[in-house]
């Protein structure tokens, strides 16, 4: 298995970004942001998938993963601000 199906694999699962991503990444589960943390490293995980398929013309272009990443950013700093509910 690549390391692109390995992640694409654990996108199924919310529970499964935990086993993907370093721990140190998100914190400790008793977190307040650690469910935002979470989100926001499966959200980025996707778009990594999305924008590594093989095809080019199956790709995201770079505007539009632009647009995406700066969603998922405000996503993250709106919950973690707002106490990190989700």
């Not at 990444?25 to 996707?46: A, H």
């Not at 093989?54 to 973690?80: G, H, W």
Request: charged share 25%; aromatic share 2%; hydrophobic share 45%.
């Amino acid at each position: 298995m690549s390391l692109k199906q390995w992640v694409a694999s654990s996108l199924s699962s919310p529970d499964a970004t935990v086993e993907v991503v370093d721990a140190n990444l998100l914190g400790k589960q008793e977190d307040v942001s650690f469910i935002s943390k979470r989100v926001c490293l499966s959200s980025i995980m996707e778009l990594a998938v999305a924008c590594s398929a093989e095809s080019p013309e199956e790709r995201m272009n770079m505007q539009d993963a632009l647009v995406t990443l700066n969603k998922i950013k405000v996503k993250l700093l709106e919950d973690v601000e707002g106490g990190g509910v989700v």
